[in-house]
């Protein structure tokens, strides 16, 4: 359990040091009470500076990064009108006002700047050279760093990026950086945090970023630097196959350390106990490589969640009296819905199924005094599973706040990331092997040639025109869209692969056309006609940000 942490006691500590606001987010100070050559004096003040850089991550993934990556073909938010925060992103109505945005632009730039600022800080303290527990925290701050930057390619493309702490307005204005320097960075600091970090064991925390983390990170960005990407002419792009066959390569390396290592794996227990242990607070770092950590001491203040609530089957809130919320559920809002077709597309034996797709919810029934379970016959009201009010201790210090982590990433996707590097490396049979056994841990039917058609093609799930499956990598191809979406629904990844793999809008398309989601009278999930190839796949430039900096030009990304 999380409730004595020390690292989100001093993150509280440090959030009431660091509350002054600046008009550009380049220039928040993350020490403001000292100065630099006074305050890293000690260790002991180092690592305050880098618990500053992860307080950035539950601002950001407490409920903006909820909404940012839904609107692929497996959630979007409810409800269709505007609202300028998650309905827009998720519909694909969204424009450069958009406030969730705004605040994980501004959010990801304090992350890189409280970086900046402990990784120069502490690589000036004396003997910094060699002391190595020096050396493990600017590893930690620089895999945040890589962290923060990622999401900005992802989310923006070329943006401005700097590696130096901005302390003044003159400094603050950057042009756009290419998005291949930025990646060249972001490598840099991983390979630097994996060789000064150690690997995680039993008695880690997945909330510290470790060696694991750092190369599971690697791993993505490198697929993702290999996929297709919109440039800032309007064209989609991706490297020659001389450089996708480099960052495959890359990444099979990264596996073979994991192999090497061998501590990580699936959790003992099982998919459906791993993500209940998610909701109950439960820390186990055999599966779970990186975790985004959450503490409310009284539901007001500290790093409060929403996984659970906002997103989450909904829960009514109880009748009770203030005195008695220790005995009962807090309330959840299910802002989110599941595109309900996924629930038909898994194997009935298979354990993610009733896990993704929840389709009851809690109502309050006065005459017993309880909340009471009702199941949800209309596909439309069904909810994203993994993180469920009733999973988490009984009782609530705030009926909407929740202490439940975020699994930034772990060891499932590792494995299918391997898989998909082996594939594309021209080693298919390794790449059955390792998409299989996620599947053999979810009780679902091995792939084989035999039953590739039985279960990869119509009526039992969507064929995949936009996928070329006439020869063996072609064959996996189709099975690993299916596999990634069934295995890490919800968590941040899918309408990323969709992008890098170059076929969002053909998937969103088959969706909108096929989902009992949209009827004759009513469109639920509209984003496959909302979505426009050449500009969708990057968010905008905040409008604040295109009237402050003016080296930005006034130029905002494609068709915005």
Not at 82 to 104: E, F, G, K, M
Not at 205 to 213: C, I, L, N, T, V
Not at 430 to 443: H, I, P
Request: proline share 4%; with cysteine; charged share 25%.
């Amino acid at each position: 359990m999380k409730k004595n942490n020390l690292y989100y006691i001093l993150c509280l500590l440090l959030c009431g040091l660091t509350n002054s606001a600046c008009l550009d987010t380049l220039t928040e100070d993350p020490n403001s009470y000292y100065e630099k050559k006074d305050f890293f004096t000690d260790k002991s003040k180092a690592q305050m500076a880098v618990v500053g850089v992860y307080s950035v991550l539950p601002t950001l993934y407490g409920d903006y990064e909820m909404a940012l990556p839904c609107s692929d073909d497996t959630y979007y938010a409810s409800g269709t009108n505007s609202d300028n925060t998650r309905r827009d992103i998720a519909h694909y109505t969204l424009n450069p006002a958009n406030q969730y945005v705004y605040n994980a632009w501004k959010g990801l730039y304090q992350g890189i700047n409280y970086a900046n600022y402990a990784i120069q800080g502490i690589e000036g303290m004396e003997n910094y050279e060699g002391d190595t527990d020096l050396q493990a925290m600017v590893a930690e701050a620089k895999f945040l760093r890589a962290l923060y930057a990622f999401s900005l390619v992802r989310y923006w493309g070329d943006v401005p990026f700097k590696t130096t702490y901005s302390d003044s307005y003159e400094h603050t204005y950057q042009p756009r950086s290419s998005r291949e320097t930025i990646y060249d960075q972001i490598i840099n600091d991983l390979n630097f945090a994996k060789g000064h970090l150690a690997w995680a064991d039993a008695s880690s925390s997945p909330e510290k970023a470790s060696q694991g983390s750092a190369r599971a990170l690697l791993m993505r960005v490198l697929l993702q630097r290999a996929g297709y990407s919109l440039q800032m002419d309007g064209t989609i792009t991706q490297p020659d196959e001389s450089k996708r066959r480099e960052y495959f390569n890359a990444v099979i390396r990264e596996w073979e350390e994991f192999k090497t290592n061998g501590y990580h794996n699936f959790y003992t227990t099982g998919y459906l106990e791993l993500f209940k242990g998610f909701s109950a607070g439960t820390l186990d770092s055999q599966e779970s490589l990186f975790e985004v950590a959450f503490y409310s001491p009284d539901g007001s203040t500290g790093t409060k969640s929403y996984w659970g609530t906002y997103i989450g089957p909904a829960v009514a809130a109880p009748g009770i009296a203030s005195t008695e919320a220790n005995q009962f559920m807090g309330r959840a809002n299910a802002l989110f819905r599941v595109v309900p077709e996924w629930k038909e597309f898994f194997e009935a034996g298979d354990a993610r199924r009733d896990v993704m797709v929840c389709t009851y919810k809690f109502n309050w029934d006065k005459t017993s005094y309880s909340h009471k379970k009702v199941e949800n016959k209309n596909g439309r009201d069904w909810y994203p599973g993994k993180w469920r009010r009733e999973w988490m201790p009984i009782g609530y210090k705030n009926p909407n706040v929740t202490d439940v982590n975020f699994c930034y990433i772990r060891y499932a996707d590792v494995v299918l990331m391997a898989a998909e590097a082996f594939n594309e490396t021209d080693n298919t049979p390794e790449a059955w092997k390792l998409l299989n056994s996620v599947r053999k841990r979810a009780g679902a039917t091995e792939i084989t040639s035999e039953n590739y058609a039985s279960l990869l093609k119509a009526p039992k799930v969507y064929n995949l025109n936009f996928i070329n499956d006439g020869d063996e990598a072609g064959r996996f191809r189709t099975a690993l869209y299916w596999e990634r979406g069934f295995e890490l629904a919800f968590e941040g990844q899918r309408k990323y692969d969709l992008i890098r793999w170059g076929i969002i809008q053909e998937a969103l398309a088959l969706f909108f056309e096929n989902s009992a989601a949209n009827t004759s009278t009513s469109t639920g999930y509209p984003a496959g006609k909302n979505f426009r190839k050449g500009k969708h796949e990057l968010f905008p430039i905040p409008t604040d940000e295109l009237q402050l900096n003016y080296l930005l030009e006034n130029k905002n990304n494609p068709n915005y």
